[in-house]
C-alpha cells in the first residue's frame, strides 16, 4: 500500500518564477492539507482540500493556490516566489468518515530552494 | 501566536530509560492531540494520539498523558531506544477535518 508520494523531492527556483508541486494521496485517502516546513520550526498549515474544493486556509498570501482532482491528488502552486518562501512543503493525506479519526499521514516531501 | 508549544528543543536519554517529552497549548478549543515523529529527509510520521475526553492513550512503549485543566499533554517512551532518535512534534486540532497546529518540535537522542 503506496503511503503519501510528493514530487518533487528538490526544487531550485529563483525569484519572482513559479512553482508546482503535487501529491498522492494515500490509498483509501479522500483529503489533502499542505504544510510549508521552514527550518527550525513546525509545519504551518496552507490550505486542505476536500471534494475538488479549498475548504480551510491558513495565514498565506493568494501567492499560494491549490487544486485537487478527481482521482483526490492535489497541486500546490506558488507564483511570485521569493527567498522567504524557501522550505519544506509537505502534503498529508487523511478520510473523512466517522470510523476514520480523520488522522493526517505526511509525504516526505519537496524542498524548495528560491535563490 | 504560537498555540501549541514545545519548551524543549532537544533532550537526551540513556538506552532503556525513560524519555518525556512535554508539550502545552493555549486553545481550549483543541479536542484532539497527535504525537508525530520526524527523521531528517522523511516527512512526520504519525505516533500516537489521544482525544479530549481522555486523559491517557497507550500503544505498547509510547503513552500519552492529556492534562486539560493545565493544558499540558506529554509523551512517554519506555523504554527508549536508540532508533527513537529523531524530531518529536506535539499537534493539535478542533473539529474532525481541522487543520493542524504544530509545535517547534523537540529532538530525542537517545545514547547508548
Known sequence: DAGVTQSPTHLIKTRGQQVTLRCSPKSGHDTVSWYQQALGQGPQFIFQYYEEEERQRGNFPDRFSGHQFPNYSSELNVNALWLGDSALYLCASSARGLEAKNIQYFGAGTRLSVL | ?112
Open chain 2, 1 to 112: 501566536d504560537q498555540q501549541v508549544k514545545q519548551n524543549s528543543p532537544s533532550l537526551s536519554v540513556q538506552e532503556g530509560r525513560i524519555s518525556i517529552l512535554n508539550c502545552d497549548y493555549t486553545n481550549s478549543m483543541f479536542d484532539y492531540f497527535l504525537w508525530y515523529k520526524k527523521y531528517p529527509a522523511e516527512g512526520p510520521t504519525f505516533l500516537i494520539s489521544i482525544s479530549s475526553i481522555k486523559d491517557k492513550n497507550e500503544d505498547g512503549r509510547f503513552t500519552v498523558f492529556l492534562n486539560k485543566s493545565a493544558k499540558h499533554l506529554s509523551l512517554h517512551i519506555v523504554p527508549s531506544q536508540p532508533g527513537d532518535s529523531a524530531v518529536y512534534f506535539c499537534a493539535a486540532r478542533y473539529g474532525t477535518a481541522s487543520k493542524l497546529t504544530f509545535g517547534t518540535g523537540t529532538r530525542l537522542q537517545v545514547t547508548l
